[in-house]
């Protein structure tokens, strides 16, 4: 009986590794890799973790990423924003904490959404988003900017090179800039 039931859970392993090798791709690179985007300033921790989708060739916004629709903001699972201390963003407080983050491109201006809800993934099984907008801590509206370079890879990233904070978003040829400060503000 234990020799029988050992082989049957032999073929069952088995069977589950042929699966995940040939059907689930398990070994292979991911076509969206994830990534973290991280700066410390003084006692200032901000963090950022996401997906990269490629351009592969493919038109992106306006197409793949549609406008006036709110987007997940990268790949697979909600991109996260977390910061240790409170911010100003455009005027408004976020509060220390964890958000997903969320973005509505548009032709001329993002709108960007911190939300505090924690999502699994980012779009549902009709490839909806996830994002509850009763969730949200804060709504800004920032400018497109468009780019010379095209950007292969989605990229999100902190710039603080003229010591004004701002977190950025580009891939294909576009780019938007989120300015942030320390609350309360101290120059």
């Given at each position: ?10 073929i ?121 907008p ?5 709504e ?7 780019l ?40």
């Amino acid at each position: 009986m234990l020799k029988r039931l050992l082989i049957l859970l032999s073929i069952i392993a088995i069977g589950l590794l042929v699966y995940c090798v040939f059907v689930e791709n398990i070994f292979s690179p991911r076509l969206s890799p994830k990534d973290t985007a991280k700066v410390t300033l003084n006692d200032l921790k901000l963090q950022v973790e996401y997906n990269r989708p490629s351009k592969r060739d493919r038109d992106i916004f306006g197409a793949l990423v549609p406008y006036h629709k709110v987007w997940r903001t990268g790949a697979n699972e909600a991109t996260t924003f977390q910061t240790n201390k409170d911010l100003m963003i455009d005027g408004m407080l976020l509060k220390k904490g964890k958000y997903t983050l969320w973005t509505v491109p548009m032709e001329d201006a993002w709108k960007v959404m911190f939300n505090t809800k924690q999502y699994e993934w980012g779009v549902n099984e009709k490839m909806e988003p996830m994002w509850d907008p009763n969730y949200d801590a804060i709504e800004i509206e920032v400018l497109k900017q468009s780019l010379d370079e095209t950007v292969e890879k989605f990229t999100i990233a902190f710039d603080n090179k003229t010591g004004n904070l701002k977190l950025t978003m580009a891939w294909d040829q576009t780019l938007i800039e989120i300015p942030m400060q320390t609350y309360p503000y101290k120059p």
